[in-house]
């Protein structure tokens, strides 16, 4: 299993990983099956090569790890060494759409916010509406992918900031739910 396999998508740039409660930004640049990952003020070269039945071997600045992956609901768990580390890994769109959910949630009104830029191709609500938690409310297309937004909570629809077509960026203001 790589992390491809996983929903990761490896051609990206950044990744958010989580571990022991603590988000890392990480940095990738690929050259083939060669990474070099920047975070934490580190960089390390990685060379890994695939062994099957989710088993990895890894070259850390030349340093040989067997890597072990399993992956159970979105965590993954890492057997390096007789040890386990369960982590998560999020590119860069799902990062953005977690940061997204977030803040849709907890006290006050919900403010819906675009994870990421792109066009806004439905609004399923409107002004006075009434929404439950986990209805989808819009949906953002960017990279020909669709991204469709839910209500944390149940609520009102007090406001329709954006209109379909519309181009937005990330973090832009879509519609606020009371």
């Known amino acids: 299993m790589g992390f491809e396999r996983m ?4 051609a990206a740039e950044r990744f958010l990983a989580i571990w ?3 988000e890392v930004e990480v940095d990738v640049a690929k050259e083939g099956e060669r990474l070099r990952v920047h975070f934490d003020d580190e960089t390390h070269d990685l060379d890994l090569r695939h062994l099957g039945d989710g088993t990895l071997s890894v070259l850390v600045d030349g340093e040989s790890y067997e890597v072990v992956l399993e992956q159970k609901d979105e965590k993954v768990t890492a057997g390096l060494r007789g040890r386990s580390y369960r982590f998560e890994v ?8 977690r940061v997204g959910r977030a803040k849709l949630g907890g006290e006050g009104p919900q403010v819906v916010l675009s994870p ?4 806004v191709v439905r609004i399923n609500v409107k002004v006075g509406e009434r929404v439950a938690a986990g209805q989808a409310v819009a949906v953002v297309e960017a990279m020909k992918m ?3 937004l839910r209500a944390a909570r149940d609520g009102e629809v ?5 209109a379909v077509g519309k181009a937005v960026e990330a973090g832009e203001k879509l519609l606020v739910i009371v």
């Open 20 to 22: 022991n409660g603590r």
């Open 146 to 148: 669709e991204n469709e």
């Open 90 to 97: 999020l590119d860069e769109r799902r990062a953005r759409m």
């Open 158 to 162: 007090r406001e329709v900031i954006a």
């Open 116 to 119: 990421m830029p792109g066009r």
């Open 7 to 10: 929903g990761v998508d490896m």
